[in-house]
């Protein structure tokens, strides 16, 4: 890859792990934040080396504490535009509020518009996320957005496996992702839907299942994992219908209380997250399992430096080749 004097790789505190891969991947040094932090809890964020005319890469994610890496986010960039970078390209591995991206009733917030705004107004040039809640969020955007799929860093990790899966969206508006993620594994078997209305944020009912899974392995396919409930819900739906092994898998693993009703519950034999975000803290859950998505992210931005196309990544990708 060329060796460009002109880019910068930064990490936000919550990304070092995953940052630090990337580094390593790219062969290129992955640099710290200066932060301080006052009294009175503001904060201050800039680099403390020159970034004038370079291209700056961030690597990032808001997830919890939502409003203090956002907050983080924004001061930093504002901090680069200031100090003149030519170009501030956020990786922002799991996006936060994008499950507020319309209004469901009357006199609610499009937060995720709001985001999009934030980070526009203090100075990013591009966005570069996986798996957004919701694909149209990209249309918030008057920058340049790469909405990444996790269905390929996934296809991945299940060609490796000698086990024939259905792959199950948990509710109608995963259908695509599943039926991609199916497509890249070739399945024969048709995917299979969770009939689920959402009653309450993270409440949910289920209606029943629309598809077969008796007597076969599944794959209940998400974008995120919350509060596990509804997903745990569905797992128990799924082996009453006669479903064998049950693998649960998201890109975005929350898991906002805790992994125990995982780890403990007899129906599930799997979860499989990336590390979109950190999740050192889970590392001693036998059922837990993180796939990297350090090589993927690292292509992508080596893509973006050398003026390429990602769509060669993905190719890749799909024919097993990466």
């Known amino acids: 890859m060329q060796k460009d004097d002109n880019i910068a790789i930064f990490t936000m505190e919550n990304s070092q792990k995953l940052a630090d891969e990337i580094g390593k991947y790219l062969k290129r040094e992955v640099k710290k934040v200066n932060k301080i ?8 964020l800039y680099p403390n080396e020159t970034v004038r005319n370079k291209t700056v890469f961030i690597i990032n994610n808001t997830s919890k504490p939502v409003n203090d890496n956002l907050m983080d986010l924004l001061i930093f960039i504002d901090s680069l535009k200031r100090a003149s970078a030519k170009r501030i390209i956020c990786v922002t591995t799991y996006y936060g509020y994008a499950r507020q991206d319309r209004m469901a009733s009357g006199r609610q917030p499009i937060t995720a518009k709001l985001v999009a705004d934030l980070l526009e ?4 040039s591009k966005i570069i996320t996986l798996d957004l809640h919701n694909a149209s969020i990209q249309g918030f955007f008057n920058i340049p ?21 259905v792959i199950v969206s948990p509710d109608h508006g995963g259908a695509v992702r599943a039926r991609q993620l199916s497509e890249l594994l070739k399945n024969e078997e048709p995917i299979a839907i969770i009939d689920k209305r959402r009653t309450a944020p993270n409440v949910s009912e289920i209606m ?16 995120i994992i919350d509060t596990g409930g509804t997903i745990i819900h569905a797992a128990e739906v799924l082996k009453k219908q006669g479903a064998k092994k049950i693998i649960i898998a998201a890109t975005h693993g929350l898991f906002s209380k805790g992994f125990d009703m995982f780890e403990n519950n007899p129906i599930i034999d799997e979860v499989i997250i990336t590390n979109s975000i950190d999740h050192s803290d889970l590392s001693h859950f036998k059922k837990l399992r993180e796939l990297s998505m350090a090589e993927f992210l690292g292509l992508v931005i080596e893509a973006n430096i050398n003026n390429s196309s990602i769509g060669k990544i993905y190719e890749d990708y799909s024919k097993g080749r990466v």
């Open 37 to 44: 932090v006052f009294a009175d809890g503001e904060r201050m």
């Open 121 to 124: 107004k203090a100075g990013a």
């Open 145 to 165: 957005v790469d909405d990444l799929r996790g269905q390929f860093i996934f296809s991945n990790e299940f060609r490796l496996r000698s086990d024939k899966y």
């Open 208 to 223: 029943g299942v629309l598809g077969d899974v008796k007597d076969k392995n599944v794959i209940v396919y998400d974008d």
